[in-house]
Structures are given as C-alpha cells and as structure tokens.
C-alpha cells in the first residue's frame, strides 16, 4: 500500500504562484514515477507533469516553461512548483504514483487538492 498525501493548493491571482507537495508513505520503493494530474469540471483528468526515479521528467504542452516536477533524494515527497498561473489552470491537482509489485502493475492517487486562479 502507498500513501499520497498533498498540500499546497489554493487561491491565486492570475500570474501568482503556488508549489504542490505529495508525501508518500508506504512501499514507496515500490514505485518506478509520479506526478501530477489536474481534472477540471466536465473534462478529462489530465497528466501536468511526471517524473520517474531516474529523474527524467516530461510535461504537458500548456504547462511546459511554468511548472516544474522535481522530487527529494529519498523520493519521499514530490513537488510541482506552478509559476505565471492562469484561469486556465484552475482544476483540483492529483498525485500519482505508479509502480510494480511482485511483477504487477500498481497505481495510487492522492486525495486531490484544489488550485483556483483568479483573473
């Protein structure tokens, strides 16, 4: 079992900023990446940014040059750091983690954390 838990959301003027933190617990070493999913009212839950434990990260096309994943030297907790925020952006923020146990795949999502921009 691995715990996500987050932190970090809430309300900011557009071009603020805010930083998302997940801290998982549990089998952690289980776990080859995460990241960080948005899902916004009548859309699709989307991936914003992942990494994995090699350290590679990708992003999603509207984020790239704002948002930046980054996690601790004992993958304990990740991060998002999310600058120059916009309406756009306002969606609840879920943490994932995604990894193999005994050969099967496995995926936990954190309890989710709003972020809400402001125009």
């Known amino acids: 079992q691995v715990q996500l838990v987050e932190s970090g959301g809430g309300l900011v003027q557009a071009g603020g900023s805010l930083r998302l933190s997940c801290e998982a617990s549990?089998?952690?070493?289980?776990?080859?990446?995460m990241g960080w999913y948005r899902q916004a009212p009548g859309k699709q839950r989307e991936l914003v940014a992942g990494?994995?434990?090699?350290?590679?990260?990708n992003y999603a096309d509207s984020v790239k040059g704002r948002f930046t994943i980054s996690r601790d030297n004992t993958y304990n907790t990740v991060y998002l750091q999310m600058n120059s925020l916009k309406p756009d952006d306002t969606a609840v923020y879920y943490c994932?983690?995604?990894?193999?146990?005994?050969?099967?795949?496995?995926?936990?999502w954190g309890q989710g954390t709003q972020v809400t921009v402001s125009s």
């Open positions: 994932n983690a995604d990894g193999l146990r005994v050969g099967a795949p496995f995926r936990y």
């Open positions: 549990g089998s952690i070493f289980s776990i080859n990446a």
């Open positions: 990494i994995t434990i090699t350290g590679s990260t």
